[in-house]
């Protein structure tokens, strides 16, 4: 298993499937490539996972009583890894995703800067939303990273698993991993807040209980930043409301129009050299979509952004207009994750 990682790192792979049936593969710019010849047995995918389950020094029964686990471990100057081991057909399964050990840098990463300078909120609630694998958690460490630089503050990260170890520099940082160190998301949320902390970070709101934690800190002058699963703003606030039960979806809104100050969506386009470019739409709340929020006026909030007229915005439209007309993305791919394709296209 440490050998195939090895491999997987050195061909610049971001996620390793072992998967029976197949030979063990790695995903190179959503390419499938082969870590071996020998199609694996599900003899062969049980083995290489209790390896795994050995180098996080876990137990495997936690597979057993789950059906599917997740887990992060290290490799001594290779990459950390976060994986997934499931049952399916019952035999076993994994997934790795490749994470480095340096924290990221937000220039290579093409994250624009109106994303960086929302580190310097100090209360509120900040989203990252966006598909799996669209790099929430990388845009998530480069905040919590320009926090720790910049101010004195305790940062509290609830993460399942960690991905990403950040050292104390001019902040403390303590990092809880679920279901490791708590035994739940909303449970740890609620201790994080006798924690004194000053920002917290939720790796994902999953369900009521945990959304409804979240609000509160972000109301009692915490900074809070999470991720949730949907593409643009306007879809991320209905999310969020609509997890509560209609008789309490009117507070909500008011309660969300509050402590709401951003929300940044993004995924990953194919381009023209055969990568990937990271694209972002950073809506940024004013009083008017305050208004918007409160008043259920969700579906006028994309306009609002694609207007253009306020610089604390940035469309994912225009930034896919940005990259055709650098060359980095053809059209049709630009056209393909338009929120506006017709828009779009008369633009281009």
């Known amino acids: 298993m440490i050998d195939m990682l090895k491999n997987a790192v050195a061909l610049g792979g971001s996620d390793v499937f072992i998967i029976p049936g197949s030979p063990a593969m790695v995903k190179v710019h959503d390419k499938f490539e082969k870590l071996g010849e020998e199609r694996l047995m599900p003899d062969d995918t049980e083995r290489l996972a209790r390896e ?7 137990d495997f029964s936690l597979l057993d009583a789950q059906g599917d686990d997740d887990f992060s471990f290290a490799i001594l100057n290779v990459s950390r890894f976060r994986c997934n081991v499931y049952r399916q057909r019952g035999t076993v399964a994994a997934i790795c995703r490749i994470v480095n050990f340096e924290l990221p840098d937000p220039g290579k990463m093409h994250i624009p800067q109106l994303v960086m300078d929302l580190a310097r909120q100090r209360s509120g609630m900040i989203l990252v939303t966006g598909p799996a694998g669209s790099g929430k958690s990388t845009t998530l460490a480069c905040l919590v ?13 609830i993460e399942d698993p960690i991905e990403y170890l950040h050292r104390h520099k001019k902040s403390l940082v303590s990092q809880r991993e679920v279901p490791g160190d708590a035994a739940t998301f909303s449970r740890a949320l609620r201790a994080a807040l006798r924690q004194a902390p ?34 643009g703003a306007a879809k991320t606030v209905d999310r969020i409301i609509d997890t509560f039960p ?74 896919l207009q940005r990259l055709v007309r650098e060359g980095r993305i053809a059209r049709d791919v630009a056209l393909l994750h338009a929120a506006n394709p017709d828009t779009l296209a008369k633009r281009i």
């Open 52 to 58: 795994m389950y050995g180098l996080a020094h876990r």
């Open 145 to 157: 990273d320009r926090i720790n630089e910049t101010r004195s503050a305790h940062i509290v990260t």
């Open 198 to 231: 000053d920002v917290v970070l939720l790796g994902e709101m999953r369900d009521l209980d945990t959304i409804r934690t979240a609000i509160t800190a972000a109301e009692t002058g915490h900074l809070l930043l999470s991720t949730l699963h949907t593409i």
């Open 246 to 319: 209609a008789e309490q979806q009117a507070q909500i809104r008011v309660q969300l129009s509050m402590v709401l100050k951003a929300v940044v969506s993004q995924r990953l386009v194919p381009t023209t050299d055969g990568g990937r470019a990271p694209v972002f739409e950073v809506m940024t709340v004013n009083a008017a979509i305050q208004n918007m929020i409160r008043d259920g006026r969700t579906h006028q909030i994309d306009n609002v952004i694609f207007g253009g007229t306020d610089r604390t915005m940035l469309s994912m439209d225009a930034e």
